[in-house]
């Protein structure tokens, strides 16, 4: 699948297999002797430090102590769930997607690090677009995601294990459904005219469970979603009577 959000970001390890520099070079301090020896490298590395010395910003002098890494170092182990911050607001679902450990996300996508695989039938359920749509901003007319607005305060009732695993499968079946159209983009995959049926099918799946851990069957319209939601909203953000 085509990154959605991400830029490239190489390894050390990988920049000896190009003569020019990539935009960007994430360095682990074990790999930070074998950079050196890169004059290319060690240039960017001191022009960095002497950038950050110069800052007026405290926080930014506070890192020229490490000069040959982001602000943010935030990696996973095993998987990465990444959330585009922007979205087109024709999309029936938000075009989330999995990748392995070695994925780093830019300030264009939010991540979930290492989290279990249902969060993504959550997050790419109807349910939660319907929420992030009342509830976050918008750039133009394009959905603007939030964590704090739109992941942190969504409603979920008390998932079983097996709610888990029924969510997994389900999130599964839609990674599956858009590889078997590679390499199409998630732009001509969630286009609304055009959106393969086995994918849109996989989307109804997922919808179809989810729903029926909510109310025990599938919500009627939006509106029947949204009062839901902000009815457990309600009660979720509603202190006890002392």
């Known amino acids: 699948m085509t990154p959605y959000g991400l830029s490239y970001i190489f390894t050390i390890k990988s920049v000896y297999s190009f003569q020019a520099l990539p935009q960007c070079i994430w360095i682990e301090d074990s790999d930070l002797p074998d950079a050196k020896t890169i004059k290319a490298i060690q240039t960017r590395i001191d022009d960095v430090e002497q950038w950050r010395l110069s800052s007026k910003d405290a926080g930014t002098r506070s890192m020229a102590n490490r000069p040959h890494q982001f602000r943010e170092m935030n990696f996973s182990k095993k998987s990465t769930i990444v959330i585009p911050i922007r979205s087109s607001e024709v999309r029936a679902y938000l075009p989330v997607d999995l990748y392995g450990g070695e994925a780093r996300v830019t300030n264009l996508a939010y991540a979930l690090y290492d989290a279990p695989t249902f969060n993504l039938a959550i997050i790419s359920s109807k349910l939660h677009l319907v929420w992030i749509s009342a509830i ?15 992941w942190h305060t969504f409603p979920l009732p008390a998932l079983t294990e097996k709610n888990k695993a029924d969510l997994t499968r389900c999130a599964e079946d839609i990674l599956l459904a858009r590889e078997a159209h590679f390499p199409a983009t998630i732009a001509d995959l969630y286009d609304p005219e055009t959106i393969p049926v086995n994918l849109r099918e996989a989307h109804e799946r997922n919808d179809g469970v989810l729903e029926r851990i909510y109310i025990g069957r599938r919500f009627k319209n939006d509106t029947e979603r949204l009062e839901k ?12 009577a002392k």
């Open 136 to 150: 976050c901003g918008k750039l133009e007319t394009r959905l603007s995601y939030s964590n704090k607005m739109g």
């Open 229 to 240: 939601l902000f009815e457990l909203y309600t009660k979720m953000t509603t202190k006890p």
